[in-house]
């Protein structure tokens, strides 16, 4: 079965940068793109990203660009989505999602289970 | 970027209700639209793709509907475990954006 499976929770000073992973099987990893998704404390979801796993190309949401940093590692099937200058405004839960895409049906399928990243002095 | 916008952002009702919720494109996605369900502490949980495709293993009272830049989810009888927010996504571009979801809260 699909699983994602992320890192844990971290705790970052303002100004560091933090780098979650998400670790996928039960699927051909390079078949589907990776995104990044984040959900600051009682607010919504915000798209921050996508790789494709079998190139490594990326695509990045205009107010993360210079500061997001999204890799993955083929050989243990396992997406990475790096954050640098940390701020308070950053402490949300980061999640992974896999992207299913066949004409028009175009959904994120399956979701990691989240990783808490909280940014405090 | 294409804007998504979610209404009510909140609205509550008692099981066996029919709701709908709306989501509104800031330009056409054809039928681009998928929604997403999420508890407190929870992962989304996909509902709808494609506007109006029922993803595999969600109950039949759940329905979408809408093409170009309107659409509606409806729930045809709500049951306990509905309650939660949801969230409309266009997957006609990137970025990938969100409405900012809507709130079901039991009356």
């Known amino acids: 079965q699909v699983q994602l499976v992320q890192s844990g929770a971290e705790v970052k000073k303002p100004g560091a940068s933090v780098k979650v992973s998400c670790k996928a099987s039960g699927y051909s990893f390079t078949s589907y793109y990776m995104h990044w998704v984040r959900q600051a404390p009682g607010q919504g979801l915000e798209w921050m990203g996508l790789?494709?796993?079998?190139?490594?190309?990326?695509s990045y949401a205009q107010e993360f660009q210079g500061r997001v940093t999204m890799t993955r590692d083929t050989s243990t099937s396992t997406v990475y989505m790096e954050l640098s200058s940390l701020r308070s405004e950053d402490t949300a839960v980061y999640y992974c999602a896999r992207e299913f895409r066949r004409g028009a049906e175009d959904k994120f399928d399956y979701w990691g289970q989240g990783t808490l990243v909280t940014v405090s002095s | 970027d294409i804007q998504m916008t979610q209404s009510p952002s909140s609205l509550s009702a008692s099981v066996g209700d029919r709701v709908t919720f709306t989501c509104r494109a800031s330009?056409?996605?054809?039928?681009?639209l998928t929604w997403y369900q999420q508890k407190r502490g929870k992962a989304p949980k996909l509902l709808i793709y494609?506007?109006?495709s029922l993803q595999s293993g969600v109950p039949s009272r759940f329905s979408g509907s809408g093409s170009g830049t309107d659409f509606t989810l409806t729930i045809s009888s709500l049951q306990p475990e509905d309650f939660a927010t949801y969230y409309c996504q266009q997957s006609y571009s990137i970025p990938r954006t969100f409405g900012q979801g809507t709130r079901l809260e039991i009356k």
């Open positions: 494609a506007a109006s």
């Open positions: 790789i494709n796993p079998s190139g490594g190309t990326t």
């Open positions: 330009q056409r996605i054809g039928s681009f």
